[in-house]
């Protein structure tokens, strides 16, 4: 089995953490990488890739809308969402629009290349908690109003320092790890919290309860 994937997400550091994920799966080949959905749009007839990772914020077309023109107009390449969104309204109408799976950008490495494996063999892939969710949902008739942020403790120590109005060379600092490190923490925290810049970040924080 050989699979051909690509890669759209608006931030490169996700796509080189994806990357070294996968370079351990030689039966796994990335055959196209992009930030931009415009970009991908006219590079695809040419990469042909089995499988397509899509991030769903993405900066120049939104993801739901490019899941949806990609399924038009290559239905043979399997899309799998790669989202911080958990929210029913955006899993069902990724599904809708043609996606073949929905993965979140916490995933560990196994599951990753379980998803990619089962939807390049025609099947349908769902995070275990997403499942949970949407039966639950349907038992109970009740939309979930937000879900638990699954923060490390080292995101927790960082996103308080954040709130604190720390630099990134001072909490670098601060806690004895890299500037690259804090910055790659900060990407993370920004992702997982779907928010676009650090006062976004503080302001969702703390009404989700994660700082006081």
Known sequence: MKIKLAITDDHLLVINGLKAMLAPYPHITIVYESNAATALMEALPAAQP?????DIQMPDIDGLELCKQVHKNHPDIKIIALTNF???HYIKQMLRNGASGYLL????????VAAIEQVYNGEQYLDAGIKQQLLH?????QRSSGYE????????EILKL??????????????????????????NLTQKLAVKNTAGLVKEAIKRGLID
């Open 162 to 187: 954040i709130a604190e109005e720390h630099s990134n060379q001072q909490i670098a600092e601060k806690l004895f790890i890299s500037l690259r490190t804090v910055e790659t923490h900060r990407l």
């Open 50 to 54: 089995d499988v397509l990772l899509l």
């Open 149 to 156: 942020i699954p923060l490390t403790r080292r995101e927790k």
């Open 86 to 88: 958990m929210e029913s």
């Open 137 to 141: 949902e349907m038992l109970t008739g």
């Open 105 to 112: 950008k916490n995933t560990d490495e196994e599951t990753l």
